[in-house]
């Protein structure tokens, strides 16, 4: 009684040794992190170049503004993604849980890897940032609206699209969006493909 006592004071840490020890989920989260966060950059520099050399439209609703929507949303499903892979390389079962921490993750990583491609992207060409800026004013510069009222949605505009700009920004933003729509695909992901146990 005395010796069993004092090997419980001598490791406290409960015995997990029975449990399955599942395979790490870290190759499907960075799998999946990589692809769509390029698909991620590619949209948005298509968007970005598409309001660029858009005609003046008047209206703040620009369809080429469209672009940048569904690439945040086509980079939502990065987690049921992740999850599909982690499943189809172990053939485990997979909880709700599980597939909500892998798609948050791959969220998390989409994020990173799209923010820095569009780091990289300042050196080769720094004034995209500013061309997007002087487009959406001349957009809205082509409003039917009082000058006053006018001047403050190119004023809110500009300064929303130059503190987007900032890496701490995106990364302050996205991380979050990212993470909870891509926590969400994860836990479909999880219902979709995990397996049953048996």
């Known amino acids: 009684m005395e010796e069993s006592q004092q090997q419980g004071f001598d490791n406290p840490q409960p015995d997990f040794s029975d449990q399955p020890n599942e395979p790490s989920y870290w190759k499907s989260v960075a799998t999946a ?5 390029i698909v991620a950059f590619v949209l948005s520099l298509v968007s970005s170049y598409a309001v660029i050399n858009s005609e003046p439209t008047g209206s703040l609703l620009n369809p080429t503004q469209f672009i940048g929507t569904f690439a945040c949303l086509a980079g939502s499903f990065g987690g049921m993604l992740a999850v599909w892979h982690y499943a189809r390389e172990y053939d485990l079962f997979i909880q709700l849980g599980r597939g909500a921490l892998i798609g948050f993750l791959t969220g998390v990583g989409i994020t990173v890897v799209n923010v820095i491609l569009g780091e990289a992207w300042q050196f080769i060409d720094p004034d995209m940032t500013q061309k997007v800026i002087e487009s959406t004013i ?7 609206l009082p000058e006053a009222q006018k001047q403050q949605i190119i004023d809110a505009t500009a300064e929303g699209l130059q503190s987007q700009n900032s890496m701490f920004s995106q990364l302050l933003w996205s991380i979050p969006i990212n993470g909870i729509l891509n926590l969400i695909t994860g836990m479909i992901g999880a219902k979709i493909f995990g397996q049953q146990e048996g």
Do not use: K, N, Y
């Open 138 to 144: 001349a957009s809205i510069e082509a409003m039917e």
């Open 33 to 37: 992190g990589v692809i769509f966060g």
